[in-house]
Each structure stands twice: as C-alpha cells, then as structure tokens.
C-alpha cells in the first residue's frame, strides 16, 4: 500500500479500532515523508505502559520520531485539552505530523474545535466519585448520557462533574463552536476499517503478541501502585493480569477476559468512528500485513512450568 496522492507537510490523521493496524500504517506514511509520528491514544499517554497499551517498540522509536507517548505520569489525571495544549507545541514542527490512535474524542476536539470547559472544584469531583453508575445516569441529562456509553463510569462521571460544577451540560460545553487546531480541510484524514472477524484474529494475535513480549513483567513492576481509580490502571487488562500475577486467575481466563473487553472496545470505537468520522477517508486494514505469529500455546504452557 502506498501513499503518494498525501501532500507533503500536510498532517495526516490515523484513526481506527484496536489491533486494526494503525500503528504499522503511521510507520509506513511516517518513513515515506520523512514525518515525526503523535500520539492520539488516551491509554498510550501514560509512562508505565509500552507493552500493555501496544505502544510503540524502542525500535520504533529509533527508527522515526515520536510525540506523546508515555509522557504522563501515571499519577496524573489527562484530559482531552491538556492533549490538545500538548499537540499545538507540535504544529509547525519541521517534520510533517502523522496523529495516529484510537481516541475518538482527541480527534473531534482537534478537527473541530473544543471549548475550554472550567477546573471542575474538588469537592464535586468527591461527590461525583461516590455516586453509582445508575446515580450518575439519572442525573445526566438526556442529551448527553445519549451520546456516552452506559457503562463508561469515566466519562458518566465527567458528564455529572461539568453539569454540577458549571451548570451547562457537556453538549452545551461541545456543542459551542470553537476554533480547532486542524480543521478537516488542512489534514488528510484517514480512517481504518476491518470486518468484525478480521478484527478478532488480530486482537487475538496481539494478546500472544504481548504474553512474548513479557506484558507479565510490566505489570508486575506496577502492581505496587496498583489504583483502579486511577485512569492510567484503567487499560485493558491491567486487572486481569495482577489478577494472573496474584494467582487469582489462570493465564486463560485472562485471555478470555481481556478478549471479550477488547472487543467491546473496538465495537465501541467503530460506532464512533461511523457516526462521527463517515467523511474520513477510509483504508481496508485488511490489507495492512497482520501479525505472522502466535506464540500464546507455547507463552502459556511455559508459564504453566514455572
């Protein structure tokens, strides 16, 4: 696959599901123009993550520039503004800009502009924290908790804390026109998109992928830490795999685990991606090459003989 119709200079735009292959495209496009890649990951942000997230490899690293990866602290809250404060530093940068991930949101908000939404005070942010999920749901508005997922405590939470703290509701924030960073004329955007079955087999793929690459060992280094409130302890199969460590779960049942929430992730990523991102232009990721490996049997059964 090439690229040669993408403007040099003109910043190009990487979005699609999970294990779709984006990363391996921005490599490719990044190479080809000489660019300097960022990312738009909301997990891959964090600096105790490389392999849990599928963050870049230190190859890829030495290989093409890198922006915003693992440059926060896991102790730290992030927000959509703060990444856009971080990738306007970025803007005119020498090297063209290839923004790759899979955070919906960093995209609208840098495509179409984001209003500066007030510090939220901490004592709502305590109120906010010991509400349940249906307690946060009723008291959302309705336009709102439309466009969130139901069982996304983050964002239900961020809805409740914005409508209490300020007055307006999270629409009213959105819906406010704003300057953006990069509006959709100055970019090539581009979208990935992989039927449900291809898409499987690549997420199962990366899981083995992660078991070799010692995904058990970086979370083991965290596992002290280990804070489940914290957005950074939030990636996908962090829970499971000190619940491996701990020797409350079988290697297996993770497996299973974390496939099934990675699918939802992905489901969840798509509906996004279709209903925000139709005027994107779409790449098959199916023909990206896939991972050409499985080492999960042999990664589980030396596990097993430890």
């Known amino acids: 696959m090439t690229f040669d119709h993408i403007k040099a200079k003109k910043p190009v735009l990487i979005a699609g599901p999970t294990a779709s292959g984006k990363s391996k495209l921005a490599l490719q496009i990044a190479k080809q123009m000489d660019g300097m890649i960022v990312n738009a990951d909301a997990s891959q942000i964090y600096d105790c993550w490389r392999i849990v997230t599928a963050g870049p490899t230190k190859d890829d690293e030495a290989n093409v520039p890198h ?6 602290s896991w102790k730290e809250a992030y927000s959509v503004g703060h990444w856009l404060n971080d990738v306007s530093h970025l803007i005119g940068n020498k090297k063209p800009l290839i923004i790759v ?3 919906g949101l960093y995209f609208y908000a840098l495509t179409e502009g984001l209003n500066a939404i007030p510090p939220i ?7 906010a924290s010991m509400r349940t999920i249906e307690q946060l749901k ?9 466009k969130l997922d139901p069982m996304n405590r983050v964002r239900l939470q961020r809805a409740w804390e914005v409508l209490t703290a300020t007055g307006r509701s999270l629409t009213e924030w959105q819906t406010d026109k704003a300057i953006p960073l990069l509006p959709l004329c100055s970019v090539t955007p581009l979208v990935l998109e992989a039927p449900c079955d291809w898409l499987e087999k690549q997420i199962a793929d990366r899981f083995s992928a992660m ?18 409130q914290l957005p950074a302890f939030k990636a996908i199969g962090v829970s499971e795999f000190i619940a491996v460590i701990d020797g409350m779960m079988d290697l297996e049942t993770a497996r299973k685990a974390v496939l099934q929430a990675t699918r939802r992730f992905a489901k969840r990523q798509r509906t996004w991606f279709r209903k925000r991102m139709s005027h994107w232009q779409s790449v098959d990721a199916t023909s990206l090459e896939p991972l050409k490996h499985d080492p999960y049997a042999d990664a589980l059964q030396s596990l097993v003989k430890r």
């Open 67 to 72: 922006r915003l990866f693992g440059h926060v």
């Open 101 to 103: 991930g899979g955070t």
């Open 121 to 127: 005070p901490n004592h709502v942010r305590a109120r």
């Open 138 to 146: 009723d008291e959302i508005d309705r336009d709102t908790l439309q």
């Open 211 to 228: 078991i070799e690459m010692g995904v058990l060992d970086e979370v083991s280094a965290m596992k002290p830490f280990y804070n489940p």
